[in-house]
């Protein structure tokens, strides 16, 4: 029998008063043991689509080949630095990769992103005051050791990329000319924006080299539901019944466009409202009153709001 003021859900879940129990999060009021809608780049939170699952493996493939420089554009909110994050959650599990990321790539100079990367990579200077032609030497002959001597594949991952200026694109095509006979010495990930990409173009002896090229898209109305599905395993919900109707789900995917990030946020607070209210399930109404709550306070103007005022 539950509890004096508890009441329960669909799934049977027991919702406990929110006055009673202040310290408690949302996600533990419903039975879950994590936060299953954080944007955090969380890779066991990462829903893979079909799309992401392609990338990934794709990824591994021109490693083990050894191909050289990759290329992932997507909006903002598709999915990239999650990608990134699940990226290097594989490569430990392999011991013959290397692996480095950096977040932020932008550098007002050239000696300072060569001084950024020499530290990323972990590499000691012999000299106290490096000069370029020093940090390139360095840079060579760390790769050469890693990729001959000790077997290891380099992996350079750059999240953000579209924040790179042509200095340091220029950089890192020179550290691109470092190979064997048979394989490059760095492998290159860049993932940016889609303003990466006329960046690239406008570097033909760069853009060239690109041996893998990936778009990151948003999900479908079916993945959206998968998305929301898996997370909420992941953070610990058994029960076989759904917390959001199918028209619900559908109301997500239509404000969201159906970019993951966006669809997290409004899943968030979907489910906070669903335990304010005291309510056994998500439908659409929930939904649609959170969106409009942003729209009157000036925050987005969703694209069907848009359609629809188009048509009075």
């Known amino acids: 029998m539950a509890a004096s003021g ?32 954080s944007t955090s780049p969380d890779p066991a939170f990462f829903y893979q689509s079909p799309k992401h699952r392609i990338v990934l493996a794709n990824l591994l493939i021109e490693f083990r080949l050894k191909r050289g420089l990759s290329v992932v554009l997507g909006d903002i909110g598709t999915g990239k630095t999650t990608l990134a994050r699940k990226l290097i959650q594989m ?59 000790e077997r290891q594949t380099v992996v350079l991952i750059i999240d953000e990329a579209h924040k790179l200026n042509g200095m340091s694109l220029e950089v890192l ?32 002896n ?58 997290a946020m409004l899943c968030h607070r979907a489910l906070r409202a669903l335990v304010m209210r005291k309510d056994r399930v998500i439908e659409e109404d929930i939904v649609e009153e959170l969106v409009h709550e942003e729209v009157d306070a000036g925050w987005v103007l969703p694209k069907r709001l848009q359609k629809s005022a188009s048509c009075v």
Do not use: W
């Open 173 to 204: 095509r020179i550290l691109l000319n470092y190979e064997t006979n048979e394989a490059k010495l760095l492998q290159l990930v860049l993932l940016g924006q889609m303003e990466l990409l006329p960046l690239l173009i406008r570097m033909p």
């Open 206 to 263: 760069l853009y060239d080299r690109i041996s893998l090229k990936a778009t990151l898209e948003p999900l479908d109305v079916n993945q959206t539901k998968d998305m929301i599905q898996f997370r909420l395993r992941e953070a610990g919900y058994r029960s076989s019944l759904g917390l959001f109707t199918d028209d619900a789900v559908e109301a997500i995917h239509e404000y969201s466009e159906g970019y993951p990030r966006r669809i």
């Open 91 to 149: 490569l430990k599990e392999r011991e013959v990769f290397s692996f480095h990321l950096v977040l932020d790539p932008t550098y007002p100079s050239e000696d300072l992103f060569f001084s950024s990367l020499i530290r990323t990579l972990g590499i000691e200077l012999s000299s106290q005051v490096p000069t370029l032609v020093d940090y390139r030497e360095f840079l060579e002959r760390y790769l050469f050791h890693k990729a001959v001597q």
């Open 6 to 37: 508890c009441r329960r859900l669909r799934s049977g879940a027991l919702i406990q008063p929110l006055v009673k129990n202040r310290g408690m999060s949302y996600y533990r009021v419903l039975g879950l043991d994590r936060e299953p809608f």
